[in-house]
């Protein structure tokens, strides 16, 4: 997945791009580049960051008031010089900036290389910029906006597109399909971009570029059509996220500070929602629908990595709170499965990004075959929530770091509401019950607080022991299995480490004969329904000398005494435990990577999300 940009305006467009593709690395940082006109087409691009773009910039005084501009996640041939992006035509006078893969390239590219042009990239993207140029200097009577439609026309993919041709100096052109793009409208100035991160500082209107359509933009105005060249009138919104939202606030790491941001992130997710007083919940973005849930004959929640992980606590939520079955599938396996779901069911796909390309697959094959689809999504204005049939916002504000965690409490938050407003209006859960549940979850974020505050040094200590452990294992049981899943998915992911999560009860089944004395094993016992249960767990892992690091309420001596460490959280009702046992679990990954020297908010080989299959 990439980050695209474009200006036009009368600020250098060099110094606009860099620090807006700065605000996008977390989307793909292997390679960067732009392309300014100033009375001639000027690239600069290459391997690496953008820092080392911007020193080319500077070295070779690139000026210009119009240009693109790219930051890559490479999908088709390896990050390096030539494949970065912009990618130009044969004649160079068209540069190409694109995000998203183009499935039918190689035919393409075949036909172009028998018709004569020749080539500088394994890539996909620079078809398109080949392709053009050809339909829009062969073809009669073609305007360059109708050769820009004639060539997306023959793409099979997906696209988020920005295009500038010298012979048009003050214009940018971009289309989309699939992949995000805005245009942030100034004053005499425009910026495009694929989420509002490099927008925002400049101005909080924005137009949303929907799948099939394209834009003609230029310092004054911008005109927005579909790829068949009909006009369309774009609704402008106002963006609601602040610049310092992004910025990391005097935190090492965008991570950090959004696991300490949590006690907001969730109160914020519950804000307007959730009423202590009249022991109500109310989610206006599913009133119009909360029929189908009531009545769903099932739900099947789709998602992909840590929203996969939020999504099986939310199977326990809807099955204890509300009696609802419930099934969850990775995104990725659901939409190629030939998936037996139609009307009568619900689908509930939640992704941070709303742009992870599997499970907006999932969600198309949904609505296909009949099902009611509603989202669980971060990003105001993203693919995903814009195409689910109704949904609830996280309220998290952006998650730069590639490690979900704000988002993953929100998600949690998100389906606890759902849960308990379903369960309340089927009388799964009596009023009594409801307003314990409420009571208990409008204390959450202080807890998290209070977690924050008193643990964080305890752990930041103890993961210095376990910087260089090979291994780790994750034990949770019922709500907290899922975390195990979690606790291991953040280690693996920033600090390299090899980790599994697994349902503490089957480590019998196998995995024990991993535990020696070089295994660290998290065991996860801050559920009263399953304490006993763990204890024993907790001894089996003991016998064969693991090292145990439980995560266990205050009160609770039995395990404490069994452990070499043990983090103490405040204890709440066992269906809210996720939202309290997963915060040591991000701290633990969080300064584990760190002693790794592993960099945390841009992990190799990941991005924050991933819009390629
Ligand atoms: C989580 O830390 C990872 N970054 C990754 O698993 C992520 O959760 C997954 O790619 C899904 O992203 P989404 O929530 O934006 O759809």
Redesign the pocket.
């Known amino acids: 997945m990439c980050g695209i940009v474009g200006y036009v305006g009368d600020r250098e467009a060099g110094e606009v791009l860099v620090k807006g593709l700065k605000r996008l690395e977390y989307r793909g940082y292997d390679s960067a580049g732009v392309a300014i006109m100033n009375g001639r087409m000027s690239i600069q691009k290459g391997k690496g960051k953008v820092v080392n773009l911007e020193k080319g910039i500077f070295a070779n005084g690139l000026k210009g008031h119009i240009g693109i501009g790219h930051t890559r996640w490479a999908t088709h041939g390896e990050p390096n010089d030539v494949n970065s992006h912009p990618h130009m035509s044969q004649s160079g006078n068209i540069a190409v900036v694109h995000n998203g893969i183009i499935e039918n390239y190689t035919s393409l590219k075949k036909k172009l290389i028998e018709r004569g042009r020749t080539f500088s990239s394994q890539t996909d993207t620079e078809i398109i910029a080949q392709l053009l140029e050809e339909i829009y200097t062969t073809s009669k009577d073609v305007t360059f906006e109708q050769a820009i439609q004639l060539t997306l026309k023959q793409i099979v993919g997906t696209y988020g597109l920005a295009i500038v041709n010298i012979e048009f100096p003050d214009k940018i052109f971009i289309a989309r399909k699939g992949s995000p793009l805005l245009l942030g409208v100034g004053e005499n100035e425009m910026f495009i971009a694929s989420d509002a991160s490099p927008i925002v500082e400049y101005t909080n209107k924005v137009v949303y570029l929907d799948d099939g359509e394209m834009a003609v933009v230029d310092k004054y105005s911008y005109e927005v059509k579909t790829i068949d060249d009909i006009a369309l009138t774009k609704e402008v919104h106002e963006l609601a996220i602040s610049i310092d939202a992004i910025e990391k606030a005097g935190y090492p790491h965008f991570m950090l500070k959004e696991i300490f941001e949590q006690p907001r992130s969730i109160a914020d997710c519950m804000r307007g929602r959730v009423n202590v007083k009249e022991n109500t919940i109310q989610l206006g973005g599913i009133a119009d629908v909360m029929e189908e849930l009531v009545n769903a004959k099932r739900i099947v929640i789709a ?7 939020s999504g099986l606590v939310g199977e326990y939520l809807f099955e204890h709170l509300a009696k609802t079955p419930v099934e969850v599938e990775y ?1 990725s396996e659901f939409r190629y499965r030939d998936p037996l779901i139609g009307e009568g069911d619900v689908m509930l796909v ?7 390309a ?2 907006l697959a999932a969600l198309r094959e949904a609505k296909k075959r009949g099902a009611k689809v509603l989202g669980i ?3 105001v204005g993203s693919t ?1 929530s814009r195409e689910t049939d109704a949904g609830v916002f996280t309220h998290a504000g952006p998650e730069i ?5 704000k ?2 409490t929100a ?1 949690v938050v998100v389906l606890t509401m759902m849960a308990l407003a379903t369960g309340m209006k089927k009388g799964t859960i009596s009023k009594k019950e409801a307003a314990r549940y409420i009571k208990e979850l409008s204390l959450i974020p202080d807890k998290v607080d209070q977690i924050l505050k008193e643990c964080d040094e305890n752990i930041k200590k103890m993961a210095s022991l376990f910087t260089y452990a090979p291994n780790f294992l994750y034990l949770g049981r019922s709500y907290n299995f899922p975390v195990a899943l ?1 606790g291991a ?2 280690l693996k ?2 600090s390299y480490i090899h980790a599994e999560g697994y349902p503490a009860a089957e480590m019998k089944h196998g995995p024990i004969a991993l535990i020696d004395e070089m295994m660290p094993v998290v065991v996860i016992a801050a559920t009263d329904h399953t304490n006993d249960k763990m204890i024993s767990n907790i001894e089996e892992v003991r016998a064969r000398k693991g090292r145990i690091i439980s995560i266990m309420n205050s009160e609770n001596s039995d395990v404490k005494d069994l452990s070499e460490f043990s983090i103490s959280i405040p204890s709440t009702v066992d269906c809210f435990s996720p939202l309290l046992t997963v915060i040591p679990l991000q701290l633990l990954s969080y300064y584990i990577a760190v002693n790794r020297g592993c960099n945390v908010d841009q992990p190799r080989n ?5 819009t390629v299959e």
């Open positions: 998602a992909c990595g840590t929203s996969w992980h995104a939640i992704s941070q990004s709303g742009e992870t599997d499970t999504c971060n990003v995903i770091g590639v490690a979900s965690t988002a993953f998600q979690e998915l953040k992911e920033i990941l991005a924050k999300s991933v």
